[in-house]
């Protein structure tokens, strides 16, 4: 028998996982003809994703509204992809919300907190606008102290800065798992742990937009109370999708703020009130159809492998970039890399000093390979999917020159 270390097997299981990987690349055939490299702000759907969102609308188109064949399709759609869910993240059905993206999520949880005048917010110093638009509504409404921390430190400061910031009166963090605009990945576990041993009363919001789907989550054993992401993004699914995870102990001091009819409790076609678990905090009318496919997308990543080999592929695709840009120069200008280390979750950022963003995505965009621009700033981001290639990352460096006249990373 073949040992695991003997060149012939690792040469005959690195082929098998290529070939595995240009079958499942068969689903999202846009893969073919682009490099791409923008998953963070929306993910690629799957071809059986798109199928599935087309199947419910013939589904239908067959059936009268509101009628018992159309009902049970579309509770079907939402509770398997709650059943679904939680099996990918390692949680129980009830402590799931599903929600129409990232920042409905986080105001759930913004506008369900029993505030008091005064309560104080404290805040990433990286969090994304459409959540610091919901939370400057919110100060203004409450008077609240809102504060902030830094993360472009060590972990060891981060933390000391972050412990520093806690007050008795703290009534919730907010705080991206994985900044959108650095890719820095924070230590939100360390973080809710010190919130608890700071106040019982203090809450930790998550905004997970960059890391459910991209890293192996166990929500079911995490310190964190509220989980919020979308399913537009690294789980590739149709837009208009979310989902809000909450603690056992914290979905009773929430108040259903965005409440609508699928929040309430329905025994023999009489309204009983509203969920006790996490259903009491969805809204109102939402779109079986979107549900069914991120539930399809969701299940065409498992069928390939599961969140800890994908979330594996996706950081040893991100080292490759982030390694490559280290030295290297585009179009005789350096680049600068944002992160001081390896990124630990799937976006890579970076400058080229002296000129400016706009037209490097420009550039890369007339070739077939898709990054973005950070809005207001000149900070370029590539976030590479377990479903690229070690080719696409190939073509991408290609464009770049390494700089021989440094001799180590920034």
Known sequence: MARDNDPGSQSKRALLAELLLAKQR????????????????????????????????ETQAAHPPFSLELAACAF???????ALLALELNVPENRIALMENTTHAC???????????????????????????VVDVLKKRFQLQVTSFPTDVTDEELLARFQAELRPDTRLVLASHV????????????????????????????????????????????????????????????EGTGALVLSESARDMLQPALAGWRALDLVKNRVAGLYRDSRGLEGGTASPA?????RAAVESHRKWGGPEQRAGRVNYLAGTLWAG?????????????LQKEAPGAGLVTFRVLDM?????????????VHIRQIP?????????????TDKDMETFLGFFQTDRRVKSPP
């Open 107 to 133: 105001a759930a949880v913004l506008w369900g907190l029993p505030w008091n005048p005064g309560d104080h917010l404290l805040l990433s110093a990286n969090e994304y606008p459409g959540i610091l638009t």
């Open 76 to 82: 079907e759609q939402f509770q398997g992809l709650r």
């Open 356 to 368: 400016a963003a706009d037209k490097v995505v420009a550039f890369f965009q007339e070739r077939g």
């Open 290 to 294: 979107l549900a069914a496919g991120w």
């Open 179 to 238: 900044t959108w605009d650095t890719g820095r990945l924070l230590p939100i576990e360390t973080m809710a742990t010190l919130c608890k041993a700071k106040s019982a009363d203090c809450r930790f919001l998550v905004d997970a937009a960059q890391s459910a789907g991209a890293l192996a989550l166990d929500l079911g054993h995490s310190a964190v109370d509220f989980f919020a992401f979308p399913g537009h993004k690294w789980f590739c699914g149709p």
């Open 26 to 57: 068969k689903s999202f055939p846009l893969y073919n003809d682009t490099v791409y490299l923008n998953v963070g702000a929306q993910g690629i759907m799957p071809e059986p994703a798109r199928q599935a969102v087309a199947a419910y609308f």
């Open 325 to 337: 840009l280290a030295n290297a120069r585009f179009q005789d200008h350096p680049v600068q890399l």
């Open 376 to 388: 207001d700033s000149e900070t370029l981001r590539a976030c590479p999917h377990y479903l690229n």
